[in-house]
């Protein structure tokens, strides 16, 4: 599996921006699609997740009520929409796979497949 995440790029604070991560090859065992980032000099920490259904989702308390994980399944395709963005959101974001378990988790160990990251920078 190929996860290809886009999207990212240069905003001021309070901007919004949408992130997108595209799933290819075997995707025939697809649980859960996760949000991760990682900020200068800091672990890479759990933004959002939601199931392959879309039926559940889950957001870091830093970032509930203003980002919002949805996806298509169809297009095996998930998105992150980042909207009253603080310069605190200032990160690689990473896109993760679980093929394993039904239920969506925050541990970034539970996920199988990893996108390359694509940089978010929120200016003052």
């Known amino acids: 599996v190929q996860l290809q995440a886009s999207g990212g790029g240069l905003v001021q604070a309070g901007g919004s921006l949408r992130l997108s991560c595209a799933a290819s090859?075997?995707?025939?065992?697809?649980?859960?699609m996760g949000w991760f980032r990682q900020a200068p000099g800091k672990e890479r920490e759990f933004a959002a997740g939601?199931?392959?259904?879309?039926?559940?989702?889950t957001y870091a308390s830093s970032v509930k009520g203003r980002f919002t994980i949805s996806i298509n399944s169809a297009k095996n395709t998930a998105y992150l929409q980042m909207n009253s963005l603080k310069v605190e959101d200032t990160a690689v974001y990473y896109c993760?796979?679980?093929?394993?378990?039904?239920?969506?988790?925050?541990?970034?160990?539970?996920?199988?497949?990893w996108g390359q990251g694509t940089l978010v920078t929120v200016s003052s």
């Open positions: 993760a796979l679980d093929t394993s378990r039904a239920v969506v988790s925050s541990n970034r160990a539970t996920y199988d497949y």
């Open positions: 090859g075997r995707t025939l065992r697809m649980y859960a």
């Open positions: 939601i199931s392959w259904s879309g039926g559940s989702s």
